[in-house]
């Protein structure tokens, strides 16, 4: 049988594992989602021919064929393929390149946060069912450490961005669903009406290695992709350029 200890020590060595695995994943999905290409229109792209919408369809700042789809990024000050919007946080856009590896550093940060979140809250049981809770407080009071000080911050911490990041994830989705990026739900447009599966299959490509490792990879794109003027829900027209 196992004894106490070796459990013990068994449950710690588990508990560094999955940190290390899920610090491992954050990291690499941070780095590649901030210095991956997040889709930018090459220079030398050239319009269809006999489709007049997207001949006529011009950045003025990059002076050059924008598809339909695109959006100049006034940060980047490139034109960016299915553009959802410039992060901050990574320095990057979010785009039709990256847009799989920031949704993973997404899920990965959530993860990583609840399972931080569920260790504080184990750790507050095991104090309040060691001293109970007028022998935590008095043990918080007549006993400061720095460790009582970081503890409740982390954990407010871990809460905040775990309901901050399901709501980006849930942006994410519904957009992923829709095919239609945030730029485009701001402007009233979207892209072709399809299967949810097939839209996510357009971002996380069909091999499902690549759903749960953050590893850069070049999917095919469609930049003669119509776009569609919606009025409401269901209710979608084909957008014209001026």
């Known amino acids: ?14 508990i560094k594992g999955i940190a290390i695995l899920l610090d491992t994943l954050l990291f690499i999905s941070l780095i590649n989602s901030g210095l991956s290409d997040p889709g930018f229109i090459p220079f ?3 319009p269809p021919v006999n489709r007049e919408n997207h001949h006529r369809n011009i950045c003025a700042r990059c002076n050059s064929w924008k598809p339909m789809r695109s959006h100049h990024c006034s940060t980047c000050k490139r034109c960016i393929f299915r553009m959802d919007h410039h992060c901050k946080w990574i320095n990057n856009c979010v785009g039709a390149s990256n847009q799989r590896i920031f ?4 899920m990965y940060t959530f993860v990583y946060t609840l399972f931080s979140l569920i260790l504080l809250l184990v750790r507050l049981a095991q104090n309040i069912g ?3 809770f007028v022998g935590l407080f008095s ?6 450490s720095f460790n009582q000080i970081i503890a409740p911050i982390a954990g407010f911490v871990a809460l905040y961005l775990c309901f901050a990041v399901i709501d980006i994830l849930f942006d994410q989705w519904i957009g992923l669903i829709e095919n239609q990026t945030i730029v485009e739900g ?3 447009e979207r892209g072709t009406e399809r ?3 097939e839209s996510f299959e357009i971002v996380f490509g069909q091999n499902r290695l690549f759903w749960l490792l953050p590893l850069s990879k070049s999917l095919p794109v469609d930049y003669f992709e119509e776009v ?3 009025e409401g829900y269901g209710s979608c027209l084909l957008y014209t350029s001026p």
């Open 228 to 230: 569609f003027e919606c």
């Open 1 to 14: 049988m196992i004894s106490s200890a070796n459990a013990s020590h068994i449950i710690i060595k588990s």
């Open 186 to 188: 701001l402007k009233g």
């Open 130 to 132: 060691n001293f109970g």
């Open 195 to 197: 299967p949810w599966s």
């Open 139 to 144: 043990n918080i009071v007549y006993q400061f």
């Open 103 to 106: 949704i993973q550093l997404l």
């Open 44 to 46: 030398d792209l050239k």
